[in-house]
């Protein structure tokens, strides 16, 4: 069984910052990749960041060197850490892995950029 849950969303000025964790209840944590996604008002639910079980990470255009995603396996958590925030990153933010060919994503955490 899978379970994602997402925490740490809220309402940042422009140019802020947050931090995104995602709590893992998955067997073989170390073993899976990971990835955030995020999905804006009326806008289709895009991948902003991925991080593969050694660690490789690779990022969204919009969000290469303000974004940084990491995980903890001691921990089953994967953190998305969001530097100089603008009012397009606004969003929820959502938790993914997939196994067996199968996604499962979390309930996901609403970030709002506005001043």
């Known amino acids: 069984q899978v379970h994602l849950v997402e925490s740490g969303g809220g309402l940042v000025q422009p140019g802020g910052s947050l931090r995104l964790s995602c709590a893992a209840s998955?067997?073989?944590?170390?073993?899976?990749?990971m990835a955030w996604y995020r999905q804006a008002p009326g806008k289709q639910r895009e991948l902003v960041a991925t991080?593969?079980?050694?660690?490789?990470?690779n990022y969204a255009d919009s969000v290469k060197g303000r974004f940084t995603i990491s995980r903890d396996n001691a921990k089953t958590t994967v953190y998305l850490e969001m530097r100089s925030l603008k009012p397009e990153d606004t969003a929820v933010y959502y938790c993914?892995?997939?196994?067996?060919?199968?996604?499962?994503w979390g309930q996901g955490t609403q970030v709002t950029v506005s001043s």
């Open positions: 993914n892995t997939a196994i067996d060919r199968e996604d499962y």
């Open positions: 998955i067997s073989f944590f170390s073993l899976r990749n």
């Open positions: 991080i593969t079980k050694s660690g490789n990470t």
